[in-house]
Nanobody, 114 residues
């Protein structure tokens, strides 16, 4: 079993920055990818960014050039650096760890204000 915990959400003004962190523990040796999803109010969950063990990354078009995902394999931790935040980035952000199964965190709220 893998336990996933996010941190780093909060309230920020438009144009500002936040950094989210996600740590996976437990039977985490099998993890081969970690990523971030978000669900905005009234919308479906969408992929934000994902990083594969080895370093390749993929981003949603809406965050390219503004968000950066990075990882520390030794710590089974991933980070999401979010810059130039927009009102539409307001959402609950969830971390996913993929290994023998899919393991989700409880989510962290990001609110961008004008």
């Amino acid at each position: 079993q893998v336990h996933v915990v996010e941190s780093g959400g909060g309230l920020v003004q438009a144009g500002g920055s936040l950094r989210l962190s996600c740590a996976a523990s437990g039977s985490s040796d099998s993890i081969n990818a970690m990523g971030w999803y978000r669900r905005a109010p009234g919308k479906q969950r969408e992929l934000v960014a994902i990083i594969i063990r080895g370093g390749s990354t993929n981003y949603a078009d809406s965050v390219k050039g503004r968000f950066t995902i990075s990882g520390d394999n030794a710590k089974n931790t991933v980070y999401l650096q979010m810059n130039s935040l927009k009102l539409e980035d307001t959402a609950d952000y969830y971390c996913l760890a993929v290994g023998e199964g899919e393991y989700w965190g409880q989510g962290t709220q990001v609110t961008v204000s004008s």
